[in-house]
């Protein structure tokens, strides 16, 4: 277990609609980094986040935002799904905001849009 | 833009051989180099990093090299298990503070 909590674990929705996804790092963590897992594109980074404050963006969509909240937990949420949202959506944690600094995942939050 | 390369995609080796993923980087300003291993179902798991100012880390059955200069490194693993089963991703750091990660390499290891 990584210490790393992404809820919920499946998801279904329609195209079109909207949904949250959250993660709590480990304990002591202020660093949280978001990224996508597609079949064809391995794991790309969206985001991060350090002690409530965007540091890094990736590849991530305008229809998609995320935020870190006062006790470190962090959402992100996609509007306006498409069916090529359907994707393995991982976050990470590490203690600082240097990449030198071992991230660490969690089960990821499986999304289907049907 | 920032390109990590993995190469293979796929291997498959019996078990007890050895098995080595390649990869290579583009961002110069790179200077952290960790490996991750990804069951079924489950996150990715780190198994060992490497920083730049060393060519080589070893970890019982798992050793990884860098050379700078040809901006590639590599994960060897000895021995291999049925259990070592897994995807693997190599990933660099960026100047931004973040990781860029390989597309994976799908290892089987036939008992």
């Known amino acids: 277990d990584s210490g790393v909590t992404q809820t919920p674990k499946h998801l279904i929705t329609a195209t079109g609609q909207r949904v949250t996804l959250r993660c709590s790092p480990r304990?002591?963590?202020?660093?949280v980094y978001w990224y996508q897992q597609s079949l064809d594109q391995g794991l790309q980074f969206l985001i991060h986040?350090?002690?409530?404050?965007?540091?890094a963006k990736g590849n991530i969509l305008e229809r998609f935002s995320a935020q870190q909240f006062p006790d470190l937990h962090s959402e992100l949420n996609l509007s306006s799904l498409e069916l090529g949202d359907s994707a393995l959506y991982f976050c990470?944690?590490?203690?600082?905001?240097?990449?030198?600094?071992?991230?660490?995942f969690g089960a990821g939050t499986r999304l289907s849009v049907l | 833009g920032e390109n990590v390369e993995q190469h293979p995609s796929t291997l498959s080796v019996q078990e007890g051989d050895s098995a080595v993923i390649k990869c290579t980087y583009s961002?110069?300003?790179?200077?952290?180099f960790p490996w991750y291993k990804q069951e079924l179902g489950k996150g990715p798991q780190l198994i060992i990093d490497i920083r730049s100012n060393v060519g080589e880390k070893k970890d019982q059955r798992i050793a990884v090299t860098l050379n700078k200069t040809a901006k590639h490194f590599s994960l060897h693993i000895t021995e291999t298990q049925p259990e070592d089963s897994a995807v693997y991703f190599c990933a660099a750091s960026t100047s931004q503070g973040n990781l860029i990660f390989g597309k994976g390499t799908k290892l089987s290891v036939k008992p």
């Open positions: 961002d110069s300003a790179s200077n952290y």
């Open positions: 990470a944690s590490s203690f600082e905001s240097r990449a030198k600094n071992i991230q660490y």
């Open positions: 304990s002591g963590d202020l660093s």
């Open positions: 986040y350090y002690n409530g404050e965007e540091r």
